[in-house]
């Protein structure tokens, strides 16, 4: 996740070298600064970022979306505490109508406005290898006709993106996701899902709203897949905690974006096997007499070479070297689970892995 | 400069991409935090910090006579604006005599005392290969007689420092600095160097105060490197700006170390050798057109890679990548201005290459 066109707090040549295969970049950000123009100058977003691994663009529908409905964020990820009274100046901000979304930016203020179109145009100046369909994300406290209506103008915005992706022939060096919607309901799902199956999308994205717990996101993924195209990718929006890549994969989940890994790392939290929610707070004192790595057994830089005594050191002295080393650790944590995934389910013990996994959390938890 | 155990911005590897051959770690604020205990259990800086180039530790009387004066810092550097009046509760905090100096801990309030002694047996613990001696560090308002005095007792704790790296043996891994003092008083300087000289130092430092203007340091380093012996290598402390590395080297000085490369590098400014005081600010709004490397010429991994407009965006976008890859630049900027001061003696040509540094900052200065 590099949302504004940089991994947050480590250089691209780290998180190759943690084995970070792809990075997804956010279109609506990078629109608003520095522009879909100052990126193209620079040959698209691999040139201009300097990666030269797999990159996407999420059309950032959920960004924008986000300010309409004050806090659709917290609560699609199902985060419930209340958002500062300060967003609700932002509601009246964004205005959809069937066309696209008006929206200011919050940068300057200025009137923004996306359509399908534009945003396939955008995507394609940014030049990534992924790009998603614009889509309207919606909240989990909205009325379940809202969601209704803004899962089938989804369909549409979808097919219009398609039919844009085509006008401008660029199939040839990108490849366009379709996203399944309908929030937490069943047969929106299914309507969305039997939709963009029936477009040639080189992939699947299931995304919208997935509930407020981690077992509503089960049980759309577990309803959804069976819906999707067998042999094409499925992508799960913004879900990347270590028990969700599990979680997802052993529900036909082949790819995940995640900020978690670099953010916590700016908190000073290293991910562990062994530690509550998987993870370990470097800023606690006892690290201060601890000489061992981040986590024993990892073969990530950061582990071959310093000790949680110095990273605690780093965060105390707020040194920004302890985020660099701390979140180069944690991209290698989620990308050697990956690995790890990949080989499971090549050895038929996906199930094992999983519940390895979630009883060495729970036992110090 | 690598004050706190760690390079403001970077990792080690970058650093030695970008050429630098040494760090110099400030002992005083590793023995506050996290204490040379904690250091030596990793085996000493080298590991502790993971860096494999050459290390050298600052005594750190700088930094604890900083708080004596209340500004001493500023001075010594030659800024003249006023430090926060919360510093002068700190004036009553350190205390000189015969023996070493008391002061308390900035982290926790706690009573620490230094000596010559203490602070051998601490570098000792840190484990550089250069160290220096502690010295108390005058700034340029207090009385003559102050300084005399200090020098004079620099002398004597030079002479204890010499005596406790011998006692501990330290020096079959470690060498050991004598540093010159007396402020911007001839007599004094005349002084401290006959006295430094006499003792077998590997290596000659000048410190203390260097006056208020570059003319004062001129002044202070023409007089003082004729009475160093010819054949120890001179460092000048703390004193490292792009035309400081030349004339520094046009008076007989070996090595510099400054902060100022990674200090403007997190205010957005990459070095630069056409723009004034050899700065360019990466935040100007013509920076975000501009697809130009940060500096014409420059083979830094930066430069190599990323144009000025996606550090604007970044800098813009607080993107703590933006300080990380401007540090890289202006590491490798210093590193090959040295380069550059090497070629320059050896070809008999470093007045030339003064010449035109400073012209061409002069042009669009």
């Known amino acids: 996740m590099a949302t ?48 030269q691994g797999v990159l996407a663009t999420d059309s950032g ?9 004050g806090h659709v964020a917290d609560e699609v990820k199902g985060r419930r505490h209340q958002r500062p009274p300060e967003d609700d100046l932002l509601v009246a901000a964004v205005k959809v109508d069937e066309d696209g979304a008006d929206f200011r930016s919050y940068l300057d203020g200025s009137r923004q406005r996306f359509t399908p179109e534009s945003s396939m145009q955008l995507q394609r100046s940014l030049g990534a290898d992924l790009l998603m369909c614009l889509d309207e994300c919606t ?38 996701y379709g996203i399944n919607h309908g929030g937490v309901y069943p047969e929106l799902r299914s309507l969305s899902a039997a939709a963009i199956s029936g477009l040639p999308f080189e992939g699947m994205a299931i995304g919208d709203c997935l509930g407020q717990t981690k077992q509503d996101w089960y049980q ?19 879900v990347g905690e270590p028990d969700d890549l599990v979680e997802g994969a052993l529900r036909g989940i082949d790819s995940f974006d995640c900020a978690m890994p ?54 105390k002295a707020h040194e920004l ?30 199930r094992e892995l999983r519940n390895q996994l979630l009883s060495r959390s729970a036992e110090t938890g």
């Open 139 to 176: 909240p989990f406290h909205v009325p379940a006709a809202y969601t209704r209506a803004a899962t089938e103008r989804n369909v549409r915005w979808a097919r219009r993106c398609f039919d844009e992706f085509e006008r401008l022939e660029m199939g040839a060096t990108q490849s366009l």
């Open 262 to 315: 670099t953010r916590v790392a700016r908190h000073g939290h290293a991910l562990h096997r062994g530690q509550p929610r998987f993870r370990l707070d470097l800023t606690q004192a006892r690290m201060a007499g601890d000489d061992g790595p981040l986590e024993e057994g990892c073969d990530c830089h950061t582990c071959a070479r310093y000790s949680r005594a110095y990273l605690w050191h780093l965060f």
């Open 61 to 69: 529908g959920f960004q924008i979306f986000s300010f309409q409905h």
């Open 321 to 350: 070297l302890g985020i660099t080393l701390t979140a180069e650790h944690n991209l290698r944590f989620s990308a050697r689970l990956l690995e790890q995934v990949r080989e499971a389910i090549s050895a038929g013990r996906l």
């Open 4 to 51: 504004r066109g940089a991994l947050k707090g480590l250089d691209p040549d780290s998180a190759q070298r943690a084995g970070v295969g792809a990075l997804i970049v956010n279109a609506y950000h990078l629109h608003l600064q520095p522009g879909g123009d100052a990126v193209a100058r620079a040959g698209g977003l691999h040139g201009y970022m300097g990666w």
């Open 220 to 238: 759309v993924v577990d309803q959804v897949v069976p819906l999707l195209p067998e042999e094409r990718p499925r992508h799960l929006l913004g």
